[in-house]
T-cell receptor
Framework: GAVVSQHPSRVICKSGTSVKIECRSL??????MFWYRQFPKQSLMLMAT?????????EQGVEKDKFLINHASLTLSTLTVTSAHPEDSSFYIC???????????????FGPGTRLTVL | ELKVEQNPLFLSMQEGKNYTIYCNYS?????LYWYRQDPGKSLESLFV?????AVKQEGRLMASLDTKARLSTLHITAAVHDLSATYFC???????????FGAGTRLTVKP
């Protein structure tokens, strides 16, 4: 299957600082990537959809000024958590689709995740 | 809004037993996914179901999809301890690429 990497895998920061998480597709050029957040013992919640070369689309309730998404190339998307607070502590996972030759999105692959702890 | 309901949320099984996890969704969908997540890890793709009546099997796991009933099942046959994990179903609406997840089923297989 396709490979997605995330960096860092784990980060601990002080409240008020900003943290950047990188997501790379290693063997596929992804026009669309997805960012999810998962709190302990909960499901994955879609935060935003990141489109290469254009602005990200955010889900309702997700602050776009707090979670900055940049998808500058077909292989790299970044999520920056600005002025992080303890309630932002979570597991952040990026993902992208593969697309069949007919243009339909088919399988979705997930990065290994980044565990953010804000003290 | 697409809603995905999964049950049970918690499942404790004896080794060797069979059980089924259910995934119901609320709107028209043409893509249904099952994932496994181990503690502290990301998601591992298990099955992608793309059509009504689709059935896929891998080892002790078998997934099926009934688009008319808006129901997918993940059946576990003769469970072993290594299957202990959290299992998620996820659905994409027709013509929409956003993926919505069920709440997950935390499976524990006891010897």
């Amino acid at each position: 299957g396709a490979v997605v990497s995330q960096h860092p895998s784990r980060v601990i920061c002080k409240s008020g600082t900003s943290v950047k998480i990188e997501c790379r597709s290693l063997d596929f050029q992804a026009t669309t990537m997805f960012w999810y957040r998962q709190f302990p013992k909960q499901s994955l919640m879609l935060m935003a959809t990141s489109n290469e070369g254009s602005k990200a689309t955010y889900e309702q309730g997700v602050e776009k000024d707090k979670f900055l998404i940049n998808h500058a190339s077909l292989t790299l998307s970044t999520l920056t958590v600005t002025s992080a607070h303890p309630e932002d502590s979570s597991f952040y996972i990026c993902s992208y689709h593969t697309r069949t030759s007919g243009g339909l999105y088919n399988e979705q692959f997930f990065g290994p995740g980044t565990r953010l702890t804000v003290l | 809004e697409l809603k995905v309901e999964q049950n049970p949320l918690f499942l404790s099984m004896q080794e060797g037993k069979n059980y089924t996890i259910y995934c119901n969704y609320s709107t028209t969908s043409d893509r249904l996914y099952w994932y496994r997540q181990d503690p502290g890890k990301s998601l591992e793709s298990l099955f992608v179901l793309l059509s009504n009546g689709a059935v896929k099997q891998e080892g002790r796991l078998m997934a099926s999809l009934d688009t008319k009933a808006r129901l997918s099942t993940l059946h576990i046959t003769a469970a072993v301890h290594d299957l202990s994990a959290t299992y998620f179903c996820a659905v994409k609406e027709y013509n929409n690429n956003d993926m919505r997840f069920g709440a997950g089923t935390r499976l524990t297989v006891k010897p």
